[in-house]
């Protein structure tokens, strides 16, 4: 199994050549185009609203929930980049930890940011035994199959919760949730623990891909895993670690978002779309383009609701994914070939 290296599969250079060098000159021309669209889209919501803290409080929203969304797509972009599986199981997953949240805080007594450390191990160790057990088989078989069995998953994780749970909304609550001020909008404490635990784990995940063996193995194999073969990587090892990560990062968003979403057995599945749009805008592989681009759908979301008043907030965010994917169909941080 080969493909093109992402930024997940980039190799430690010693020394960059002036080619390479000018090559890492594109990605901050792109974000810097990527500011000045936002700055031009804020400017129109402030002139169609006609109020600055609207505006100001869009902004916050936006920053604060992309930030999770950014990580729900790490993990989901992360394992195709390795696997080569579209993982459509990832919002499911997502749900499954929703409700381990709601259960060790209802149950155990737990503060939600304490089953954070819980969850993740969960998930982790689910996210092994499902590769192992299930997808281990499908590696090398057609496209297909593999998104059959990622299917069939979904709905057999999403009907275990509703045969378990039962359909009625749950709620997990944070203890001293209140509004915290921030450059004249309010947002919940809530929100920003959230917001700020997404960030912190995903520069755990990003230290880990660039600074440990682990990492280097991970990015190796999804750079050509019968090169990573030939110097003495176990393939299947990585395989099982990497799916691992994938759905802990679906584990730690799940708990993060308990506080803030209704919990339902199908949750997960409107965070699945909004993963796929994140991971193709952000480049398929690229983990840090994953994150950079959750920032950016989740202000295209927000602010969508003041330039489109009256329609669906998903209309803005499905509008700047067809404009990416006609402009740059690798995506933003994508490399062709």
Known sequence: MSRPAEDVAAPDDAAATPTTAGAARVPWAR??????????????????????????????TGILVGGVYGLVAMGLTLIFGVLDIVNFAHGAFLALALFGTYWLVTALGLHPLVALA?????????????????????????????LLITLGLAMIIENGLLLFFGADPRSVALPGDRGV?????????????????????????????????????????AASSTGAELVGIDTRRIYVLTFAIGTA???????LLAPLVTIEPTTGAQFTIIAFVVV????MGNVVGA????????????????????QSPLLAVFIVFVLVLFLRPQGLFGRSG
């Open 249 to 255: 990062c679906a584990g730690a968003a799940g708990t």
């Open 31 to 60: 974000a810097t185009a990527v500011v000045g669209v936002l700055v031009v889209a804020v400017a129109l919501a402030y002139l169609q609203s006609g109020s600055g803290i609207v505006v100001s409080q869009a902004v916050v």
């Open 291 to 310: 994150l950079v681009s959750g920032l950016v759908i989740g202000l295209a979301e927000q602010l969508g609701g003041l330039l489109l008043p009256g």
């Open 181 to 221: 001020a921030i450059l004249g909008a309010v947002a919940d404490l809530s929100r920003i623990l959230a917001f700020a635990g997404a960030l912190v784990l995903a520069g755990a995940l990003f230290l880990l891909l660039q600074r440990t063996r682990l990492g280097t193995a991970i990015r190796a194999v």
């Open 280 to 283: 193709v805008l952000g480049g």
């Open 118 to 146: 819980g969850n993740i191990v969960a998930m982790f160790v689910l996210g092994a035994l499902v590769q192992r057990g299930v997808l281990a088989g499908a590696m090398d078989r057609p496209l297909e199959n593999q």
